[in-house]
């Protein structure tokens, strides 16, 4: 029996070091440009399947072994900022009453594209009423196909606005300029606007990155695969999703770069970036962003905040970045009341920092 406990003790050791090398290795191949290694970018998307299978881990080896708990909880130390990208726990703190609200939301044509509109006929009442309720000084709008009556809504409000390929930026605060960035892309856009805060000038940034064009027909064939009890043909099942996702991947990739480049010539200067990245927080998108800017949910978020919530699909895809030696954030949240859209609003406060 002793022999037969010490075999088995081996064989999860040997299973737990493997889950934290791939759990490892999902990090590493957020350095690698997609645009280059399309295939391999999506190894990134089974690092919260590793993350709960190590802390799974952590829970067996205290009934079983205590002494081999160090295992997951040094192979979850050691990529730290990873699990804390993905799933953020912060002290809840208020923020200043000076505090610029932000909003980021991807509309989907104000619930009018798709089957939602016979869901939901009343989706684009709801999400203007969503809008005004926020009382956000600024709003990022992706997929903001049928506008005309939010626009009109929001300018009786006080707001500005600008609007060009789908994106539509709301703003109290006074817009000075806005233009459309140029982008490589089959069809995504990115654009900027010029605000004035006091006496500077706030770069923000509205973008949706390229969308991975998942079908319906895609969604359905993966749900109905993972449900399957036969496995051997899950791999040919989910290659139409698989092949969407790496076509999708290098353009996304190239997008990122060339908006880090403009950042990174706008700052230190204010600047808050919104949008759909189309990419999860382990991601080569997200680290390359946020090696320049600080993720207001990371900064001050709590959870998995999921953004996208079709069934099958909860990911957090909507980010909002800022240059953290101007801001700090507080009370970031997803407000997952609303489900008009196939997304969820993401919402955050930044104050000044004291120098």
């Not at 050791?13 to 493997?18: E, F, Q």
């Not at 809504?153 to 006074?174: C, K, M, T, V, W």
């Not at 382990?282 to 919530?309: I, K, M, P």
Request: glycine residues 4%.
């Amino acid at each position: 029996m002793k022999v037969f406990k010490t075999i088995l003790v081996q064989l999860f050791t040997g299973i737990n070091i493997a889950t934290v090398l791939l759990l490892w290795t999902c990090c590493a191949v957020t350095y690698f440009n997609p645009a280059v290694h399309p295939r391999l970018s999506l190894f990134t998307l089974t690092f919260p399947a590793f993350l709960l299978v190590n802390v799974l881990f952590i829970f067996f080896w205290l009934i079983f072994k205590v002494k081999r708990v160090w295992i997951p909880l040094a192979g979850m130390a050691l990529c730290g900022s990873f699990v804390h990208d993905y799933i953020p726990v912060n002290w809840p703190s208020a923020a200043p009453d000076s505090a610029l609200t932000i909003l980021s939301y991807n509309t989907n044509g104000f619930g009018s594209y798709g089957a939602k509109t016979e869901r939901q006929p009343d989706a684009q009442a709801r999400i203007q009423q969503c809008l005004l309720s926020a009382a956000a000084d600024i709003i990022c709008l992706q997929e903001a196909q049928e506008k005309d009556a939010i626009i009109q809504a929001l300018a009786d409000e006080g707001y500005q606005h600008y609007y060009n390929s789908e994106l539509l930026i709301f703003s109290r605060l006074p817009i000075l300029s806005a233009d459309t960035l140029p982008m490589y892309t089959r069809r995504n856009h990115c654009v900027r606007a010029f605000l004035l805060q006091g006496a500077d000038t706030v770069m923000l940034i509205n973008q949706h990155l390229e969308s991975n064009r998942l079908s319906p027909e895609v969604k359905a064939a993966y749900r109905e695969a993972l449900q399957r009890p036969d496995r051997d043909s899950l791999r040919e099942d989910l290659r139409p999703m698989l092949d969407l996702l790496t076509a999708a991947s290098p353009y996304r990739a190239q997008q990122t770069d060339s908006i880090l480049r403009i950042v990174r010539e706008w700052l230190p200067r204010p600047l808050v970036l919104c949008g759909d990245f189309n990419d999860t927080p382990v991601s080569y998108t997200h680290r390359v962003l946020t090696s320049a800017l600080t993720s207001a949910f990371c900064e001050s978020g709590n959870g998995l905040g999921f953004t996208y919530h079709e069934k099958g699909f909860p990911v957090r895809i909507d980010h909002i970045l800022f240059d953290g030696d101007t801001w700090r954030s507080y009370q970031t949240h997803v407000i997952d009341t609303i489900s008009s859209s196939d997304h969820y609003p993401i919402l955050t406060k930044l104050a000044r920092r004291s120098h």
